[in-house]
């Protein structure tokens, strides 16, 4: 059964770099086929795909947050970073997670983390 969870402060103050941790477990992030993906929910509002990186270490971003986001991997420790830096109260919302699978014209995501609240408050 594979496992993600995210980890990071639940609070960072604007202009500042939020950095999130999503921690696999029961499965490889080198798995063949596999993309590791990041989405937001703003409060009142629907999911935002963020970005992913795939099992060979390959990112693809948001072009609405590309100039300003980042992820990473640590392969030792089976884990998917997210930065996002200069941070506004627009990037309050709750961050997940999650496991996907490309097909032609749509992506399936079969796994998620339970989702981390983050605030961007002074």
């Known amino acids: 059964q594979v496992q993600l969870r995210e980890s990071g402060p639940g609070l960072v103050k604007p202009s500042q770099t939020l950095s999130l941790t999503c921690s696999v477990s029961g499965g490889s992030i080198l798995t063949n086929s596999y993309y590791w993906t990041w989405i937001r929910q703003p409060p009142g509002k629907g999911l935002e795909w963020m970005g992913a990186?795939?099992?060979?270490?390959?990112?693809n971003y948001s072009p609405s947050l590309k100039s300003r986001t980042s992820i990473s991997r640590d392969t030792s420790k089976n884990q998917i970073t997210l930065q996002v830096h200069s941070t506004t109260p627009e990037d309050t919302a709750v961050y997940y997670c999650?496991?996907?699978?490309?097909?032609?014209?749509?992506?399936?995501?079969?796994?998620w983390g339970q989702g981390t609240q983050v605030t961007v408050s002074s």
């Open positions: 999650a496991r996907g699978s490309v097909y032609p014209g749509t992506a399936v995501y079969d796994y």
């Open positions: 990186m795939s099992y060979s270490g390959n990112t």
